[in-house]
């Protein structure tokens, strides 16, 4: 078990560029989940796969976030047309089912200049 | 509207002490609540995990109770430690089966 693993762990972008992030989670872990944290905040709720299947997106997210999982393994979480809003920590969680407690990687740092 | 709460002032507490924080919550009936400890530029990490029939956990120093007709969640870290420094989040899971999250109480313990 080598943990839940995010790539980059910084991002540093220019208002309107794209950007995409990775996430590895624990192997055996079918559910995969993307969370957005700001200071002083809990983490809010983006996106989770139950395998390959997206099964929800909050009503939150603008139509400028997008995340994939293909095959049920890893997954990426791309931004697009960045704004200064986006700046946050972008963190990933993964978990064996429904009940299990959530795995969380260090996150990706983004900051939108 | 769903709301989850914690305390919002950050506790400072002498080593040794108890530390309590409390996570109120509103127009959710969650199955279970979960308490994760998160330390700066690092993820969330689980502690404990209560379901809603049962009234206490405890694990090592921490203690949780989950009170469904009061919507409120205690969590204790007795004999306190500097290394318990961190924010505590609590968690709950909302009816689409995803864990949404309190803002976090920060707890520093002074030597």
């Known amino acids: 078990d080598t943990g839940v693993s995010q790539d980059p762990r910084h991002k540093i972008t220019k208002r309107g560029q794209n950007v995409t992030f990775r996430c590895d989670p624990i192997?055996?872990?079918?559910?995969l989940y993307w969370y957005r944290q700001t200071l002083g905040q809990g983490p809010e709720f983006l996106t989770y796969f139950q395998n390959e299947a997206q099964l929800e997106k909050s009503r939150l997210l603008s139509d400028r976030f997008s995340a994939e999982r293909p095959k049920g393994s890893f997954s990426t979480l791309e931004i697009q047309r960045t704004e200064q809003g986006d700046s946050a920590m972008y963190l990933c969680a993964s978990s064996f089912d429904r009940n299990s407690p959530l795995h969380f990687g260090n996150g990706t740092r983004l900051t939108v200049t | 509207s769903q709301k989850i709460e914690q305390n919002s002032e950050a506790l400072n507490i002498q080593e040794g002490k108890t530390a309590t924080l409390t996570c109120n919550y509103t127009n959710y009936s969650p199955a279970y609540l979960q308490w994760y400890r998160q330390d700066p530029g690092r993820g969330p990490v689980f502690l404990l995990l209560i379901r809603e029939n049962e009234k206490e956990k405890r694990k090592e120093r921490l203690k949780v109770t989950f009170d469904t007709t009061l919507k409120q969640s205690l969590f204790h870290i007795t004999a306190s430690q500097p290394a318990d420094s961190a924010t505590y989040l609590c968690?709950?899971?909302?009816?689409?089966?995803?864990?949404?999250f309190g803002a976090g109480t920060t707890v520093t313990v002074r030597a």
């Open positions: 968690a709950l899971e909302t009816n689409d089966y995803k864990l949404s």
């Open positions: 192997s055996e872990h079918n559910r």
